[in-house]
C-alpha cells in the first residue's frame, strides 16, 4: 500500500495569509495526487486531481504541484470559507490511501 | 449532476452485518464511466476508502477489509450497496458513497453522498 503523510497537522492563520500545506507518498505515484477540502459535518469536496488540475467551480486562489513522493497544496489570500481540513490522497494504484489532514483555523 | 443519497440502520449490533444503500440521481450505475464506491471516516478521524465496484460487477476493496466487505449493483433501481460483516466498535463511522471516474489511474471521487453515521453497540 502507498502510505500518505500531510504537514502540518493543523495551521492556525488569518485571512489574507497564504498557507502552503505538504504532502508526500511513501512510493512514486507520478503525478496521480488529489486534494480534498472538508467542513465539519460536511463530505469532502474535491479541490485538486492530477496534482495541479483545478475542479470546475473552485477558487483559482487554490493550486496544486509536485510529483513522484512531493506535492503541495497552497491557499492564496486565505478566505473566511476557507477554514476547514485538508486532505491528500493518492490516486496511483489501489487500495486508495488517504493523507490524515491538516486543519486550517482561524489565528 | 449525478446526485448520491445513502440509507440504512444508524445502529449494528456487535458481529452483526452492516447494510448501506446508496442511490443514485442525475446518472445511472449502469454507466460504464464511474465506479461506485464507498467511504468510511470514524469520528474525529480521517477518511478510510472500503472499495468500490464497476456496473460490470468488478469489484475493488481494501486489503484491510476485503474479507468482511461485499458490494453490488442493483440497476433497476439505480442503487449500490456495501455489507460490512462482523462489525466491532472500530467500525462506527460517517459511512459515504462517492464515485470515482473509471480510468486505470486518477481515481478522484467528484461526487459524494452527504454521508450516513453508523453506531456498532449493542
Known amino acids: 500500500d502507498t502510505q500518505m503523510t500531510q504537514s502540518p497537522s493543523s495551521v492556525s492563520a488569518s485571512v489574507g495569509d497564504r498557507v502552503t500545506i505538504t504532502c508526500r507518498a511513501s512510493?512514486?505515484?507520478?503525478?496521480?495526487l488529489v486534494w480534498y477540502q472538508q467542513k465539519p459535518g460536511k463530505a469532502p469536496k474535491l479541490l485538486i486531481h492530477a496534482a495541479s488540475s483545478l475542479q470546475s467551480g473552485v477558487p483559482s486562489r487554490f493550486s496544486g504541484s509536485g510529483s513522484g513522493t512531493d506535492f503541495t497544496l497552497t491557499i492564496n489570500s486565505l478566505q473566511p470559507e476557507d477554514f476547514a481540513t485538508y486532505y491528500c490522497?493518492?490516486?496511483?494504484?489501489?487500495?486508495?490511501?488517504f493523507g490524515p489532514g491538516t486543519k486550517v483555523d482561524i489565528k | 449532476q449525478v446526485q448520491l443519497q445513502e440509507s440504512g440502520p444508524g445502529l449494528v449490533k456487535p458481529s452483526e452485518t452492516l447494510s448501506l444503500t446508496c442511490t443514485v440521481s442525475?446518472?445511472?450505475?449502469?454507466?460504464?464511466?464511474?465506479?461506485w464506491s464507498w467511504i468510511r471516516q470514524p469520528p474525529g478521524k480521517g477518511l478510510e476508502w472500503i472499495g468500490d465496484i464497476y456496473y460490470s460487477g468488478r469489484t475493488n476493496y481494501n486489503p484491510s477489509l476485503k474479507s468482511r466487505v461485499t458490494t453490488s449493483v442493483d440497476m433497476s433501481r439505480n442503487q449500490f450497496s456495501l455489507k460490512l460483516s462482523s462489525v466491532t466498535a472500530a467500525d462506527t463511522a460517517v459511512y459515504y458513497c462517492?464515485?470515482?471516474?473509471?480510468?486505470?489511474?486518477?481515481?478522484?471521487?467528484?461526487?459524494w453522498g452527504q454521508g450516513t453515521l453508523v453506531t456498532v453497540s449493542s
Open positions: 462517492a464515485t470515482h471516474p473509471a480510468s486505470r489511474v486518477n481515481f478522484y471521487f467528484d461526487y
Open positions: 512510493q512514486d505515484i507520478s503525478r496521480w
Open positions: 490522497q493518492q490516486a496511483n494504484s489501489f487500495p486508495v490511501t
Open positions: 442525475g446518472g445511472s450505475v449502469s454507466s460504464g464511466t464511474y465506479y
